[in-house]
Structure formats: C-alpha cells, structure tokens
Nanobody, 117 residues
Framework: QVQLVESGGGLVQPGGSLRLSCATS?????????MGWYRQAPGKERELVAT???????VYADSVKGRFTISRDNAENTVYLQMYSLKPEDTAVYYC??????????WGQGTQVTVSS
C-alpha cells in the first residue's frame, strides 16, 4: 500500500522560506505519472499549488509562480516544495498528492504552514 508522508511545515515570518518534503513508501515515485502539492486554508477549498510529471514538466498556480519550486528526487522517493518569499496568504495545510498512469489518486495527511509575524 502506497503511503505519502509530508514534513517540513511550521511557523515562519512573512518573507521567510520553508521546504516541504513528501516521502513515498510502498512504491517508487518514478512510477507515478504526476506528483503534486495542494493546499487548503481555513474556510476555503483545496487548491493546486504545483505539480510535476514523471518527465519533469511542472505547473504552478499563478499565486506562487516565481516564489515556489517543485522538484522530485527519484532516488530518495521524495517530492519537494521549496517556498520562498512566503506571505500570510500562503498559510494553509499543504497536502501531497500522487496520481498513477491509470488515474488513481493518493493523498498524504498534510502539513501545516503558518506565515505570521
């Protein structure tokens, strides 16, 4: 059974940076068609932050372009989200998502990111 475990969240001041990690177990991330990061703020719907395909193609939400970078390390079975210039509106629970070539989805349990002075 595939498990996704996020880590790296925390409290950071505006303008600061964090790096989130999503470690997979039970299956190599190279076998997934796409891996992604999503976030959900209180009272809001879950939204896409960034995705990366097995071929390395990336997609970003407009709100994070130029500030966030998604990457994957197949050897470590880990997907990363490097976040710079964090803003209070980036505060949310961040979730890792996997999608197989057959379209099956999996989610991690989430990690809290709070941007506040």
């Amino acid at each position: 059974q595939v498990q996704l475990v996020e880590s790296g969240g925390g409290l950071v001041q505006p303008g600061g940076s964090l790096r989130l990690s999503c470690a997979t177990s039970g299956r190599s991330i190279s076998s997934f068609y796409v891996m992604g990061w999503y976030r959900q703020a209180p009272g809001k719907e879950r939204e896409l932050v960034a995705t990366i395909t097995s071929g390395g193609v990336t997609v970003y939400a407009d709100s994070v372009k130029g500030r966030f970078t998604i990457s994957r390390d197949n050897a470590e079975n880990t997907v990363y989200l490097q976040m710079y210039s964090l803003k209070p509106e980036d505060t949310a629970v961040y979730y890792c998502k996997s999608q197989t070539f057959l379209g099956k989805h999996g989610w991690g349990q989430g990690t809290q990111v709070t941007v506040s002075s």
